[in-house]
Nanobody, 124 residues
Framework: QVHLVESGGGLVQPGGSLRLSCAAS????????MGWYRQAPGKQRELVAV??????????NYADSVKGRFTISRDNAKNTATLQMNSLKPEDTAVYYC???????????????WGQGTQVTVSS
């Protein structure tokens, strides 16, 4: 079994910054993509940012709405991913979920896992 635990959400004023962290633990052989998704009330879950595995840090991809404001990074040795969010806007308010595609150390199968979510509220 694999568990993803997010931390770092909270309330911030428009223009402020937050840093979200995701830690993966359990029966992990390797982790492929790691990503952050968000879901606002009444809306579908959407991709925010994703980072591939890679010795040099991996390739990143961002939703157009967060490009230039958010930065995703990962530490392969620690099985963690971080989302640095700057210049936050009220429309960034949502529950943010960490996602990881993990190859199990027990079965070698690939599976997608989700964290429990962390609330980010941008409001004055």
């Amino acid at each position: 079994q694999v568990h993803l635990v997010e931390s770092g959400g909270g309330l911030v004023q428009p223009g402020g910054s937050l840093r979200l962290s995701c830690a993966a633990s359990g029966s992990i052989l390797s982790i492929n993509n790691m990503g952050w998704y968000r879901q606002a009330p009444g809306k579908q879950r959407e991709l925010v940012a994703v980072i591939t595995s890679g010795v040099s840090g991996g390739r990143t991809n961002y939703a157009d709405s967060v490009k230039g404001r958010f930065t995703i990074s990962r530490d392969n040795a620690k099985n963690t991913a971080t989302l640095q969010m700057n210049s936050l806007k009220p429309e960034d308010t949502a529950v943010y979920y960490c996602n990881a595609v993990v190859r199990s150390a027990m079965t070698t199968y690939l599976n997608k896992y989700w964290g429990q979510g962390t609330q980010v509220t941008v409001s004055s």
